[in-house]
């Protein structure tokens, strides 16, 4: 049970969620599927290279040069600054998406806010707090499909189950594990939920 629990964990690993949000968005998403896939390769490129290549590195050289005692940044008090290493990444994608312009999903620019704002709260509440960072991105993922459903106005509740059902497993690979109590695994994704559907439906872009 506990090694089913740290392969759940790494398989669905922060860094990774928002490349599978954007896959599953394009696979399910009767608006994202208006665009050939073809114009979303530079999407694609970006967040690999920029928001999970480029960030793993950064964390990978962290441990490896003592600033963090173990990948999953087990240390509430080392935590801070991969925080905002990881927010910095995500702004300069941001960033870059927006001076291309891109034809892609209007919807695309409140997911990355949505992920930007996670991370600064993120790192708010760990200055007082140990929150579960997998359940902010899982929180994140429902959050992101359930905001998407009331913007492009349409329904999969067979998604939407699959989702809450891998959140479900993300939350209980994490108490486990006994890197999070109960606690830290629900507050994580009611935050998660709450800022990226928010964020999403209400189709906020700066």
Request: net charge positive; no cysteine.
């Amino acid at each position: 049970m506990l090694q089913f629990a740290r392969i759940i964990s790494a398989v669905f690993h922060p860094l990774g969620m928002p490349l599978a949000i954007f896959f599953i968005a394009v696979l399910f998403d009767p608006y994202f599927r208006n665009f050939f896939p073809a114009q979303l390769i530079g999407l694609f490129a970006i967040i690999l290279m920029i928001n999970i290549i480029a960030p793993g590195l950064s964390l990978y050289f962290m441990w490896k040069r003592g600033l963090i005692g173990d990948l999953n940044i087990s240390k509430r008090s080392e935590r801070w600054l991969p925080f905002f290493i990881v927010l910095v990444y995500y702004a300069l994608s941001y960033y870059m998406l927006r001076q291309r312009d891109l034809p892609i999903p209007y919807a695309v620019y409140s997911m990355f806010l949505g992920v930007i704002i996670t991370l600064i709260a993120a790192i708010l509440v760990n200055s007082f707090w140990k929150i579960s960072i997998h359940m902010m991105s899982a929180g994140g993922l429902v959050g992101t499909f359930a905001g998407l459903f009331v913007l492009h106005q349409y329904s999969n509740a067979t998604l939407l189950a699959g989702l809450i059902a891998i959140a479900s497993f993300v939350g209980f690979s994490r108490i486990i594990t006994k890197n999070h109590t109960p606690a830290q695994v629900y507050v994580g994704f009611v935050v998660g939920f709450l800022l990226n559907y928010a964020t999403i439906s209400l189709g906020v872009v700066i």
